[in-house]
Nanobody, 118 residues
Framework: QVQLVESGGGLVQAGGSLRLSCAASGRTFSSYSMGWFRQAPGKEREYVAA????????YFTDSVKGRFTISRDNAKNTVYLQMNSLEPEDTAVYYC???????????WGQGTQVTVSS
């Protein structure tokens, strides 16, 4: 069992930055690939970024490439999402999730709200 707790959300003006953190419980954090997802009001949840177990491989959805970076610190059981040049369209609840291998994401956090004002 892995518990995930996101933090770092808030209100920011367009063009600003935020760094989200996701702290994981348990001793096997490095066994999991991690992902960030978001859900805007009235929309389906969408994939944002992912990072492999060692942190050497990362993936991003096209809309955030060049603006967001994902990283992890396995010693701290934490994954980060650095969000720069934020746009109002980035407004959503952001969730982190964990999965083993290439399977489905099976553990999810409770989410953190990000609001970008124009």
């Amino acid at each position: 069992q892995v518990q995930l707790v996101e933090s770092g959300g808030g209100l920011v003006q367009a063009g600003g930055s935020l760094r989200l953190s996701c702290a994981a419980s348990g001793r096997t954090f490095s066994s999991y690939s991690m992902g960030w997802f978001r859900q805007a009001p009235g929309k389906e949840r969408e994939y944002v970024a992912a990072i492999g177990r060692s942190g050497s491989i990362t993936y991003f959805t096209d809309s955030v490439k060049g603006r967001f970076t994902i990283s992890r610190d396995n010693a701290k059981n934490t994954v980060y999402l650095q969000m720069n040049s934020l746009e109002p369209e980035d407004t959503a609840v952001y969730y982190c999730a964990a999965r083993l291998g290439a399977g489905s994401y099976i553990y999810w956090g409770q989410g953190t709200q990000v609001t970008v004002s124009s």
